[in-house]
C-alpha cells in the first residue's frame, strides 16, 4: 500500500529532477558557449559563482509550488563537478543527431 504523501513526494521529486536538469542545460550552455569559460571554474563544493548561475537559470514560474529552492540547490549540484567536455547527458550521440528522414 502506497501512501498518498508518498506518491506526491515521488511526483514533486520528478519534476525537481526534470526542472533541475532544463537549468543545468541552460547554465552549462550559458557558461561554455555563450561566456566561452571552462567548465573547471564551476567545480568545488561552495562555488559562489556557480550558485548564481543555478539561481539565474532555473525554469521560471515554479515559485508556487515551492519548488524553486529544491530545482535551484539539485541544479547547483549538477553544475558542481568539473568536467573537460559536455555533461555526459547533455552530449547527443550520433542517432539523437540524425532526423526523422534520415532514420527511415
Not at 5 to 32: G, P
Not at 61 to 80: H, M, N, T, Y
Amino acid at each position: 500500500m502506497v501512501a498518498p504523501r508518498t506518491v506526491q513526494q515521488e511526483v514533486a521529486d520528478a519534476k525537481v529532477a526534470a526542472l533541475a536538469e532544463i537549468c543545468e542545460r541552460r547554465a552549462y550552455h550559458h557558461w561554455t558557449v555563450d561566456e566561452d569559460r571552462p567548465v573547471a571554474k564551476l567545480d568545488g563544493w561552495d562555488n559562489e559563482r556557480r550558485g548564481d548561475l543555478a539561481q539565474q537559470f532555473v525554469p521560471a514560474g515554479i515559485e508556487q509550488d515551492g519548488l524553486r529552492q529544491p530545482v535551484q540547490q539539485a541544479c547547483d549540484k549538477a553544475l558542481r563537478p568539473a568536467r573537460a567536455g559536455p555533461l555526459p547527458h547533455l552530449a547527443m550521440d550520433s542517432r539523437e543527431r540524425q532526423t526523422g528522414a534520415e532514420r527511415c
